[in-house]
């Protein structure tokens, strides 16, 4: 079962503009990251936020979490063309002890128009 | 290092016959992973090693499916008696294994079953 669950499912916008992704989900963390993946390619790791973190800045990047609403937030500031890719949210459970197992959402796919 | 490793990249088989995949992961990397992904969804996580030990399968690994990692190095997910819904990606991941660490995925495999 997935966990998280992204919001818009896609989003198509011009290159330099902002992008906002938002990503639900509905048990308790350690912590949240965020994942990039190009079509027919394996996921990259973008940025991890843990569960007693606010906000978190890599780059262009930046992620909010809000663990009393359950819910994350990525912003791509700046957008290229070359950040078109699906974004999905992955949540590590706080009870998961030493099974470090992710659980992914469906995916937001961005679409950045040169 | 040249990140995780999958091969084949593309298999095409027809139903009733046996495959198998490889992953090579990260050699630091304890942990390693096996997901499965379809078209327009998020990876669905199917089984989980620590070294050589598998330590959780999921519902969605039925008994067609087994995985190992012989001498907690390189591992195989082999597929037998193939079904046209055992058309997917399947990704496999490492990690280090500790809290607030993400997963470095392989390209993936992309099986067509027919």
């Known amino acids: 079962s997935q966990q998280g669950e992204e919001d818009p499912q896609a989003l198509s916008i011009q290159e330099g503009e902002n992008a906002t992704m938002n990503c639900s989900y509905k048990?308790?963390?350690?912590?949240l990251q965020w994942y990039r993946q190009n079509s027919g390619r394996g996921l990259v790791h973008l940025i991890l936020i843990r569960s007693n973190e606010r906000e978190k800045h890599s780059g262009r990047l930046r992620v909010t979490l809000d663990t009393s609403k359950k819910s994350s937030s990525l912003l791509i500031t700046a957008s290229r063309a070359a950040d078109t890719a699906s974004y999905f949210c992955a949540t590590a459970p706080l009870d998961g002890g030493s099974n470090y197992k992710l659980t992914f959402g469906k995916g937001t796919l961005l679409t950045v128009n040169p | 290092d040249t990140g995780v490793s999958q091969n084949p990249r593309h298999k095409i088989t027809k139903r009733g016959q046996n495959v198998t995949f490889r992953c090579d992961p990260i050699s630091e990397h304890n942990r390693l992973y096996w997901y499965r992904q379809t078209l327009g969804q998020g990876p669905e996580f199917l089984t989980y090693?620590?070294?050589?030990?598998?330590?959780?399968k999921s519902r969605l690994l039925s008994d067609r499916f087994s995985a190992e990692r012989p001498k907690g190095s390189f591992s195989t997910l082999e597929i037998q008696r193939t079904e046209q819904g055992d058309s997917a990606m399947y990704l496999c991941?490492?990690?280090?294994?500790?809290?607030?660490?993400?997963?470095?995925f392989g390209s993936g495999t992309r099986l067509t079953v027919v």
């Open positions: 991941a490492s990690s280090l294994g500790f809290e607030g660490y993400g997963y470095t």
């Open positions: 090693f620590q070294n050589e030990a598998q330590l959780e």
């Open positions: 048990t308790s963390i350690n912590n």
